[in-house]
């Protein structure tokens, strides 16, 4: 059996791990996660994974380390989690009848066998031109306001709201593109 860690505190990526690996270990990489001056949101998603994977692939070298991040971009801007639940309706009320790009970047290294992979996944949400009324049943359904621009979009009351969600990869919205993952990890199994 592979020794596999995630380089990530999510709950939400462990959850999706666990679906095909049932022993790995989780360690938060604690890194600043600040985009660089004029930073494409694309960029800050390769960066920050491959930066997670890195930082606990040096402490763990016999380890396959999976780092994974993800960035969401509207209008060519950067979104990070709202914190609030006034930030995410400002979101909210933005990406009516728009598109909102989410960029995952994974990253799989391995110091004692010298693999250093990387790879990105995009997933485009085009959003309906939604109601007042389903806006705010969304919102007000969350318990928590740090998602990536404020999305999770396992909520039934999050479906009403999009007109489409395209991706290779069903897991990528959340932020660990599982497909790449199982693709690089089945030449070591």
């Not at 791990?17 to 960029?43: A, G, Q, V």
Request: aromatic share 12%; hydrophobic share 35%.
């Amino acid at each position: 059996m592979t020794k596999l860690i995630l380089a990530s505190s999510s709950i939400y990526r462990q959850q999706i791990l666990r679906k095909y690996y049932s022993e790995f270990k989780c360690i938060s990489p604690d890194i600043d996660e600040t985009p660089c001056l004029n930073e494409k949101p694309i960029n800050l998603a390769e960066r920050l994974s491959s930066t997670k994977a890195e930082k606990i692939a040096m402490k763990f070298t016999d380890h396959f380390v999976i780092g994974s991040d993800q960035v969401a971009s509207f209008d060519e801007q950067i979104l990070g989690k709202p914190g609030s639940y006034d930030n995410a309706l400002n979101n909210f009320k933005m990406f009516r009848g728009k598109s909102v790009f989410f960029y995952a970047g994974v990253s799989l290294r391995n110091e004692s066998l010298g693999i250093n992979r990387n790879g990105l996944e995009t997933t485009e949400i085009r959003f309906k031109d939604y109601s007042d009324e389903d806006m705010n049943n969304y919102l007000d359904s969350l318990d928590t306001f740090n998602t990536t621009a404020g999305v999770k979009s396992e909520s039934d009351l999050f479906k009403p709201l999009v007109d489409e969600i395209i991706s290779n990869d069903e897991y990528a919205i959340i932020g660990l593109p599982i497909n790449w993952i199982l693709d690089q990890l089945a030449e070591f199994d």
